[in-house]
């Protein structure tokens, strides 16, 4: 028996569907616990390349179940054009299951975001405009039209009547733009419903009959842990809880059945959006590893700011999730650097730092202080094994674990599914 939960430890984008996705071959049940379509996963599997906003980055394979639990807010045309998507392609999706207390992304959510963000001006949180927030405001109001809302006809219209009501106040007195309509969104949405019910569920149940069969079950984090609405760089954070925390409420199972935390985290850092980035390169460097990395978002397509590795952050990501293992994620991308430089602290008004700060107005302060490694300049992409990586990539990954504490019982090497080298069980 074995339930892991895998996270991203730092802002997002660490190649959770990667790992994922290699991690799902042993399980039976894969489980996306928080955020929406805000999230974009890359999976690459025999040169194919699938993107994945919602659905878990296991459906790749036939024979395993894969879950949109609770704690995702769901747009239901993202879900269907992702379910289209995935059928053109020839994936299996009838395994699918979404839990019937899901929130839906209303249309005005998305409106709401778009509005909400212009009105911050220079004080942006460089939001996905997906409705994200929005929705999970509706929830934490108690107004929120959940999936067993959406599907039952009369449950709909009343909900969505009443919900509409108040939004069009506010967007037309507070904003001034324009009403939506009930009838436009009535109709649109009752023919997602139609193509939905059968998958709705009660998705704690199956889950929780999954573990005590025996089998495993794998729960696919979204976003990072410096996202996270009350541990993150708040208010540049999404509006979930995207810790490894968050996935027993995120899917209703409790603590006591997780047995692993993976975190998978890159081998330098990267941001999408706004707020402070203490590592952050804005010289020849970064752009080189935004190069390599091909970092551009998977939902977006923003440029991802890149920076070197910060131990701090590690470290703190450590703390907060309680993690059993790292997945290095990106390896190969700081290949042909002579140096390579690792944060191990921070200064601020002459002051050393070693714990991640709280509040922005410090961390916007804090200055890296970098310990420099000799870099190494063969091609790692088709390594199998950990011994026959470059002595200096092993070194970089040797330094990473002692200044974390925590195994990197997984190195990546490249995006495929291949790329991947082990160096312990995960379950
Ligand atoms: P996620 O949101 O955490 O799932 O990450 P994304 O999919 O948004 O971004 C990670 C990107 O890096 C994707 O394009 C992956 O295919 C790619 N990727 C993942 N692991 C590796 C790796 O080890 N090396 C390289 N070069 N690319 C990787
Ligand atoms: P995956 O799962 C990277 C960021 C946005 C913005 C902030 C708030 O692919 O790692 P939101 O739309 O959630 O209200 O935006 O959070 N963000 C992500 N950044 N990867 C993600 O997901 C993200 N999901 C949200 O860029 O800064
Ligand atoms: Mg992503």
């Not at 949180?125 to 405001?137: D, N, S």
């Not at 089998?215 to 009350?230: I, M, S």
């Not at 990473?400 to 925590?406: A, S």
Request: with cysteine.
């Amino acid at each position: 028996m074995a339930a892991v939960v895998l996270i991203g430890a730092q802002w997002g984008d660490e190649g959770k569907g990667k790992i994922t996705d290699f991690l799902a071959e042993k399980a039976n049940m894969i489980i996306r616990t928080s955020g929406g379509n805000n999230a974009g996963h890359t999976v690459v599997v025999n040169g194919k390349e699938f993107k994945l906003h919602l659905i878990p980055s296991g459906i790749l394979y036939p024979d395993k179940t894969c879950v949109i639990a609770n704690g995702v807010v769901i747009d239901p045309a993202v879900l269907i054009q992702e379910l289209n998507y995935l059928k053109e392609r020839g994936v299996e999706t009838s395994k699918l299951l979404i839990s019937s207390n899901a929130h839906v992304i209303m249309p005005y959510h998305c409106l709401l975001d778009g509005l909400e963000e212009n009105a911050r001006g220079d004080g942006k949180i460089g939001t996905t405009k997906r409705g994200i927030g929005p929705a999970y405001m509706d929830k934490t109001a108690r107004n929120g039209i959940r999936m067993i809302d959406l599907v039952d006809p009369e449950e709909f219209a009343l909900k969505l009547r009443s919900n509409l009501d108040q939004k069009n106040a506010i967007i037309t007195k507070v904003y001034g733009a324009e009403a939506l309509k009930f009838e436009e969104i009535h109709k649109e949405y009752s023919e997602y419903a139609d193509k939905l019910r059968e998958y709705v569920t009660d998705s704690s149940l199956a889950i929780d009959q999954t573990i005590k069969a025996g089998n495993k079950v794998l729960f696919e984090g979204a976003q990072g842990t410096l996202l996270d609405l009350d541990h993150g760089t708040y208010p540049y954070v999404t509006s979930s809880s995207p810790i490894a925390g968050g996935a027993c409420i995120g899917a209703g199972v409790g603590p006591t059945q997780i047995d692993r935390v993976v975190a998978v985290i890159k081998a330098y850092t990267t941001r999408v959006g706004e707020g402070p980035f203490p590592t952050e390169l804005s010289d020849e460097t970064g752009a080189r590893i935004q190069k390599n990395g091909f970092e551009f978002g998977t939902t977006t397509g923003r440029a991802r700011r890149c920076g070197w590795f910060d131990a701090v952050i590690a470290r703190y990501a450590v703390r907060i999730n309680g993690i059993s293992d790292f997945a290095v994620t990106k390896l190969d991308v700081l290949t042909g650097l002579d140096t390579v430089k690792i944060c191990i602290g921070y200064t601020t008004q002459g002051q050393r730092v070693d714990e991640f700060p709280q509040g922005q107005k410090t961390l916007k302060q804090c200055v890296p202080i970098y310990e420099e490694m000799p870099g190494w300049q063969e091609d790692i992409t088709k390594i199998e094994k950990f011994e026959d990586l470059p002595r200096n990539a092993r070194n970089y990954i040797l330094r990473l674990e002692e200044l974390t504490g925590v195994k990197a019982t997984i190195v990546a090497v490249g995006p495929g599914r291949e790329q991947t080298i082990v160096r312990g069980e995960i379950y």
